[in-house]
């Protein structure tokens, strides 16, 4: 086992959120049927309602938020019943498919316990073979489940690219994709909100690494003495280094999503770089005039709402700042960020301190010299 080994977890995260997630089973996107297709539309009876509001239906209210139209542009932002048209249901049930274990994947996490103490006996009892034994089989099964939640992020950066081909094509601008294809871009936004919901949970689970890394000391170890262990059908050389990078990164889910914009970006050369970056500004307008207005706001059902709304706009600002040149926080940004930092610093601190964190540790551009004084010093 090696005397230097101390079982300490290997903290490589910035400093976690201190609010204590106990939220409900209903605060995660709930799975939908797949939508049937009819020959002319399709099923009446997909409801998208679950999650707290339909984020992306706010673009009108991005556009017209200086008129006295207030109440219409409301009806229009909150709309819960939108569905899939017949262009979209393709798309929509493949998303969907991967939208629907998204529920077993947070309590997943949110149950893992880790195993420590095994670890911790073992390394400090090298030659008790009983507590290697204990170690051992307490680990494997956690080295499963943390393949499953890797596995899932494939299939998230699969779906995303999907979305993001569909809500940037030409000859629509990504404001009338937006408003035309209001259940692909309500999936879109759903993603967003697990994506930093999961990695949330993550932060504060520092047995993960630890666990991961003692299973790769283990077996690198039993390999050397030629024993052969089954677990290597289920998690081989080669998968275990690529998750090993994935749970390296303090937000992982956030990192594959950047990396799928940025290689979407990069592998759709003739697609106007503008079709997504101004897809991603919108909705984060969209959820900044949400949370900063009052007269929305204030008809929010619930706390969850506003947490699905931050969470949101949060995520369309750090793909936004992966994939333009110049990043969110520059002066010709089309998001404003002085606004979404300040509706976000006027939450409670505990709602919004992952968040934050998320701004400051995941973004790409935040510390360059063109990122304004000011911007930078809201962030410290």
Wanted: hydrophobic share 35%; glycine share 4%; proline share 6%.
């Amino acid at each position: 086992m090696g005397g230097q080994e101390t079982g300490a977890p290997e903290d490589v995260h910035p400093p976690n959120p201190t609010r204590t997630v106990q939220e409900s089973q209903a605060q995660i996107p709930a799975p939908f049927p797949p939508v049937q297709m009819s020959p002319k539309k399709c099923s009446q009876g997909a409801f998208l309602s679950r999650s707290p509001f339909h984020v992306v239906s706010l673009c009108e209210c991005c556009e017209k938020d200086n008129t006295d139209d207030i109440d219409g542009n409301l009806r229009s932002c909150t709309r819960e019943d939108a569905q899939p048209t017949e262009g979209e249901c393709e798309v929509w049930n493949q998303v969907n498919a991967v939208l629907q274990d998204s529920e077993s994947i947070l309590s997943g996490l949110q149950a893992y316990k880790g195993a420590g103490q095994e670890i911790r006996d073992a390394i400090q009892n090298p030659s008790d073979f009983m507590l290697q034994e204990r170690a051992w089989n307490s680990v494997c099964p956690l080295v499963i489940k943390l393949k499953k939640f890797y596995s899932f992020s494939l299939r998230l950066e699969e779906a995303l690219g999907s979305l993001l081909e569909s809500l940037t094509c030409p000859p629509c601008t990504p404001t009338q994709h937006l408003e035309k294809e209001q259940a692909l871009a309500k999936q879109f936004a759903e993603i967003l909100h697990f994506t930093l919901r999961f990695d949330e949970l993550k932060m504060r689970i520092p047995a993960i690494q630890n666990d991961f890394s003692y299973y790769r000391r283990t077996i690198s170890r039993n390999r050397i003495n030629n024993m052969n262990l089954d677990i290597e059908n289920e998690v081989n050389n080669e998968m275990a280094n690529r998750m090993s990078l994935f749970y390296a990164e303090a937000t992982p889910m956030l990192k594959t999503l950047s990396n799928a914009t940025t290689n979407f970006v990069t592998e759709n050369k003739t697609l106007p770089l503008e079709n997504t970056t101004d897809c991603l500004s919108t909705m984060a307008s969209v959820c900044k005039v949400m949370l900063e207005t009052p007269e929305y706001s204030s008809r929010f059902s619930s706390e969850d709402t506003l947490l699905f709304c931050m969470r949101v706009m949060v995520g369309v600002i750090i793909l936004y700042d992966h994939v333009h040149p110049n990043g969110a926080f520059n002066k010709s940004s089309k998001i404003d960020m002085k606004g979404c930092i300040k509706v976000l610093k006027d939450q409670p601190a505990d709602n919004v301190e992952g968040l934050l964190n998320a701004l400051k540790f995941t973004t790409k551009h935040l510390n360059d010299e063109s990122t304004p004084k000011n911007i930078r010093s809201m962030l410290q």
